[in-house]
């Protein structure tokens, strides 16, 4: 079946530095899945970071981007310069026709002052 | 942004017992969704409901659980009987069409 891996639980990052998460995903049902990538503040629900639906096509948010590349089957979430407000769980995620979302474990971000 | 809320935030039973889950899903959206995730493993499907009914539902939506929202009330999920493995934390999400989903903040149930 479909499935979403993040190969890093937790990463931890000085601040004002560049951060990558990985994000790969496999994919079995016809048709190229949308990719999303969603963030859980401390104390907060999951809310929505990006989305791409296009092969190709790149993302961005709150100073973050993903290019959704379907040759490496990959989706990682990229920032130039990360701040403490970053701080938080990052998903990657999955769905056809933006019906069930199937997850990533999950990275928990971490920024050092 | 929309505000889905779920009630309670935390819940404790005993084993066989029933349970329901409430969720105030964003006021005018129409797709719900039930996740699951136990803790350390990733948030897994459950069950979406449209129109009334139940549109897919994974292999972790046991003959125990069923969904409804009466009314256009609370979108519910009710487990009877509960069993140890169901502890987990239990999210709830809509969308307006089948399109972004907000969550809510979860229930965190643990029964012993």
């Known amino acids: 079946g479909d499935s979403v891996t993040q190969t890093e639980g937790q990463v931890t990052v000085s601040e004002s530095k560049s951060l990558i998460i990985n994000c790969t995903y496999s994919?079995?049902?016809?048709?190229?899945?949308?990719l999303f990538w969603y963030v859980r503040y401390p104390g907060e629900g999951l809310q929505l970071l990006l989305k791409v639906i296009t092969a190709g096509q790149k993302g961005s948010s709150r100073g973050f981007e993903a290019t959704y590349n379907k040759e490496a089957t990959s989706f990682h979430l990229q920032k130039a310069s990360v701040q403490e407000s970053d701080s938080a769980v990052y998903y990657c995620a999955l769905s056809y026709n933006q019906g069930k979302l199937i997850f990533g474990q999950g990275t928990k971000l971490s920024i050092k002052p | 942004g929309p505000k889905v809320l779920q009630i309670p935030s935390h819940q404790i039973i005993d084993m066989g017992q029933m349970v329901t889950l409430n969720c105030d899903p964003v006021?005018?959206?129409?797709?719900f969704y039930w996740y699951k995730q136990i803790l350390g493993q990733q948030m897994e499907f459950l069950v979406n409901f449209y129109n009334g009914k139940v549109m897919e539902k994974s292999k972790l939506f046991k003959d125990q659980f069923s969904v409804e929202r009466p009314d256009g009330s609370y979108f519910t999920l009710k487990i009877q009987p509960t069993a140890l493995e169901d502890s987990a934390v239990y999210f709830c999400a809509s969308s307006l069409l089948q399109d972004t989903q907000y969550f809510g903040p979860g229930t965190r149930l643990l029964v012993l």
């Open positions: 994919a079995t049902s016809i048709g190229y899945p949308n």
């Open positions: 006021s005018n959206h129409l797709y």
